[in-house]
């Protein structure tokens, strides 16, 4: 099965080509960095007009990089939601016309089980396809979850962040320190020469019960540090100190909350499942190692998708329409873009 994938649910216009082999035939993403840059995050109105003017050309280069024609698929994938409505919008008329002209199987996918499944297609150390059941810290710009991934399409969330989404925090930071948009990229880079004991920021929920996150406090701490220095005073090695003190305090968090999301996990499925990170966030080469050290301890496989697949792209749509449409078949063209779509059920939490 070959199917196209789209997504234009937030400031990455793309469009990609994947077969159910798992090949990547095409994968393209533009970015619109530049447009939003200015304003020190994503405008909606201008994210909506940017995807108008560049969805048609990322579709054309990403079939002509497959060497396909429409012809050649066996589907068309599209992200449904949730996101920027504008956007989403775009991509799924967009979708829906290449769909209703070629007569293809359409699919109406969730951005967040797209992520959820980019593992299963970028693969295990062997190459293999991660299998069900896994444990899944989603982290983006716009989510911090803990899932136990049963099934495509089935998914129990047993953690959430009360507050702000981890990617937030840093793009929040990065903001306050004028390092620009996407903020958590420049943190990552201004933190590999900080000093990360430098300043005391608290972790919230650190040894609290259950698996909610909550990042505000973390982020306001960094405000009143920033505030602190006398203006105009702050210099490089504050920045970089700061930045790796903010990111060792998100590390410790996401550690202390996902071990018990691994006990959880374990008294529903003892001899089975992995730790997997997906999501915009969990392109962090600090994230990974601390969380990939974490699984270690408990023994249990860890997997994250390359960076490349962890941020927005269109191969993790096409990958999760591909599993949509072997799972359930098509969705029908009266899909309605969903600005709000949770994924799965959600259990109640133990409150400490
Ligand atoms: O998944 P994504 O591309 O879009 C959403 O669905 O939200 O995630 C974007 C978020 C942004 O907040 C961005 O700053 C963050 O992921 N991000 C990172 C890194 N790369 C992207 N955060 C920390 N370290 C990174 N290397
Ligand atoms: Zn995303």
Redesign the pocket.
């Known amino acids: 099965m070959i199917v196209l994938g789209i997504e234009t649910?937030?400031d990455?216009t793309a469009a990609a080509v994947v077969n159910s082999e798992r090949d990547i035939l095409s994968n393209i993403v533009l970015s619109q960095i530049e447009e939003h840059s200015p304003y020190g995050g994503v405008v909606p109105e201008i994210a909506a007009r940017a995807h108008v003017e560049l969805v048609d050309t990322v579709i054309a280069r990403a079939m002509s990089e497959a060497g396909l024609n429409f012809d050649d698929l066996d589907g068309v994938a599209v992200t449904g939601g949730p996101g920027l409505i504008g956007g989403v919008i775009v991509g799924v008329m967009t979708a829906k016309a290449i769909a209703l002209s070629g007569s293809l199987p359409f699919a109406a996918v969730n951005?967040l089980e797209a992520?959820a499944l980019t593992v299963r297609l970028s693969g295990d150390r062997d190459g293999k396809s991660v299998k069900f059941p896994y444990l899944l810290l989603l982290v983006?710009?716009?989510?911090c979850q803990l899932l136990i991934v049963e099934d495509v399409g089935s998914y129990t969330q047993i953690g959430m962040t009360l507050d702000d989404?981890l990617?937030?925090a840093?793009?929040k930071t990065a903001r306050m320190l004028g390092l620009g948009y996407?903020?958590?990229?420049q943190?990552?880079l201004w933190a590999r020469d900080g000093d990360h004991d430098r300043f005391t920021l608290p972790r919230p929920m650190l040894g609290r019960q259950g698996c909610d996150f909550s990042f505000s406090g973390l982020k306001t701490k960094v405000r009143q540090t920033i505030e602190g220095f006398p203006s105009g005073a702050i210099c490089k090695t504050d920045v970089a100190d700061l930045c790796a003190s903010f990111q060792q305090a998100a590390g410790d968090v996401l550690v202390d909350r996902c071990a018990n999301g691994i006990r959880l996990f374990r008294e529903e499925y003892p001899y089975s499942g992995a730790l997997v990170v997906a999501?915009?966030?969990a392109?962090?080469?600090h994230?990974r190692s601390r969380l990939m050290s974490l699984a270690e301890n408990f023994k249990f496989p860890f997997y994250a998708p390359p960076?490349h697949l962890?941020?927005?792209n269109a191969a993790m749509v096409a990958w999760a329409g591909i599993e949509q449409l072997r799972h359930r078949g098509p969705d029908t063209l009266d899909f309605k873009p969903r600005p709000r779509w949770p994924l799965g059920r959600v259990v109640a939490q133990t409150p400490n």
């Open positions: 649910s937030c990455e951005h992520h983006s710009g716009g989510h989404a990617g937030e840093f793009d996407p903020g958590g990229p943190v990552e999501g915009g966030v392109a962090n080469e994230l960076a962890c941020t927005d």
